[in-house]
């Protein structure tokens, strides 16, 4: 048995969705992404190969890269052929040698040709997912491998007791309110009512739930980091 959602969003020329009576808001909108078919997967990195093509691409022998590490010549080998784990205080001063930050480390490297990727999703057009206390519609989803999440939601609740618990998920997570007026919700701090032209950046992992307080739903906009 399925409730018809009220005030559907449409996907494309789609009839309405229905929400199924076992919908959980605990479920994440990454998974929620994944559900409608978005891949949200990060390449794999080779560490060690990426260690040697920074090297090379300075130029620099193992000896040489080694010394600025301040690593011995065999721990570099070792790492760079993938026959060792290095601890973080060895990645550390890898990152110092080779002057980029640690997280450069797992970084893919780029392409020499450039390519641009661009989705545009007309209004209306995204791919809508209901839940009991939200409307969403995820935005870009032709675009696989993505690093940011962004999806508009329509604010359906007005009361946390509609809540099944907190919502939460991997990732940093800003919100910005398009129209109406909500009221933040998260395990650490107080409530707060935000308006239109609003916005919250926030750690997805904490707790967070939002209502709405106008008469109208409130229609928001958020982006989820999915690194």
Not at 36 to 47: A, I, M, Q, R, Y
Not at 116 to 134: C, D, I, L, N, S
Request: hydrophobic share 40%.
């Amino acid at each position: 048995m399925a409730i018809p959602r009220r005030g559907a969003l449409q996907a494309g020329r789609a009839g309405p969705i229905e929400i199924p009576m076992s919908t959980n808001d605990h479920k994440s909108i990454v998974r929620i992404a994944r559900d409608n078919g978005v891949s949200t997967e990060l390449e794999p990195v080779d560490l060690g190969a990426r260690v040697r093509e920074l090297r090379k691409a300075r130029k620099w022998t193992l000896e040489q890269a080694a010394s600025q590490a301040g690593l011995a010549r065999s721990t570099l080998s070792k790492i760079e052929n993938g026959q060792m784990s290095p601890t973080y205080d060895a990645l550390k001063k890898l990152a110092i040698g080779l002057e980029i930050s640690v997280p450069q480390l797992f970084t893919p490297p780029q392409r020499d040709q450039v390519i641009g990727r661009m989705a545009v999703t007309k209004m209306g057009e995204g791919a809508a997912h209901a839940t009991a206390t939200y409307e969403h519609e995820l935005l870009a989803e032709t675009l696989t491998k993505k690093q940011m999440l962004p999806y508009r939601a329509r604010v359906r609740a007005r009361s946390m007791e509609e809540f099944d618990g907190w919502v939460r998920h991997d990732g940093e997570e800003f919100l910005y309110i398009l129209t109406g007026v909500v009221r933040l919700f998260t395990e650490f701090y107080e409530p707060v009512e935000m308006r239109r032209g609003d916005s919250a950046y926030y750690d997805g992992s904490m707790g967070h739930n939002v209502i709405s307080v106008s008469d109208e739903d409130a229609t928001i906009l958020w982006v989820t980091s999915l690194t």
